[in-house]
């Protein structure tokens, strides 16, 4: 069936370190693709997407592209800081014959150290 | 106010209390959602609304009781819950059902926990 799949967590990192978090899906059709973060004590935010083959969605310096040969959609980001310390959910979307399809991952929690 | 704005932020009650979640959003959204997030599982999709009709029921127990007046306002009205009810519940929004293509606008969420 249709799933998204991110590494476990937490991914725990100084500050500026480079940042990846992998995200891989199982989809039957075409979905689109999204990257939401919640910080401690709120809900989610939505972060980046992407709708289509090779498309990168890029938000305060996250960035994510859209890979369907290999099935990914890895957050990235060159230089964390503290702020960015928050749980990170990937998602896909899938529409077809006017439904929807909408799966989340379980998260990745990242923790930044000063 | 802008946004989705959801009441109260925490929740405690017992399993034979009876209490109501509420969700309202201000952005001239048609469709409006629960979820129910819980540690270490993906997020559920419990509920969905568009145009104040329920569109989906994703197998939820009868304890959980949605309501819609009007496509502004989202209520979870909660009884009998179980321990394992606990968890974090999530309104969101979107445009249309279809625009949830350009993702989703969440609140803050109502932090329950079932004595």
């Known amino acids: 069936g249709d799933s998204v799949t991110q590494m476990e967590g937490p991914v725990t990192l100084s500050e500026e370190a480079f940042l990846t978090i992998n995200c891989t899906y199982t989809?039957?059709?075409?979905?689109?693709l999204f990257w939401y973060v919640q910080y401690p004590g709120e809900g989610l935010q939505l972060l980046l997407k992407?709708?289509?083959?090779?498309d990168k969605g890029s938000n305060k310096g996250f960035e994510a592209t859209y890979r369907k040969e290999t099935t990914s959609f890895h957050l990235e980001k060159g230089s964390v800081q503290v702020s960015d310390s928050a749980v990170y959910f990937c998602a896909l979307i899938l529409i077809t014959s006017g439904t929807y399809k909408y799966i989340f991952g379980t998260g990745t929690r990242l923790k930044v150290l000063a | 106010e802008t946004g989705v704005t959801q009441t109260p932020r925490h929740l405690v009650m017992g399993m034979t209390n009876k209490k109501s979640l509420k969700c309202e959003q201000h952005l001239g959204h048609n469709a409006m959602y629960w979820y129910k997030q819980s540690a270490k599982k993906p997020l559920e999709l419990m509920f969905v609304y568009s145009l104040e009709e329920r569109v989906e029921n994703n197998s939820v127990p009868s304890r959980f009781s949605p309501e819609c007046p009007n496509s502004s306002h989202l209520f979870l009205h909660l009884h009998t819950l179980q321990p394992e009810d606990s968890a974090l519940y999530l309104c969101?929004?979107?445009?249309?059902?279809?625009?949830?293509?350009?993702?989703?606008?969440f609140g803050s969420g109502t932090r329950l926990t079932v004595v």
């Open positions: 989809a039957t059709g075409y979905p689109s």
């Open positions: 992407a709708t289509k083959a090779d």
């Open positions: 969101a929004s979107s445009q249309d059902l279809l625009a949830v293509s350009r993702g989703y606008t």
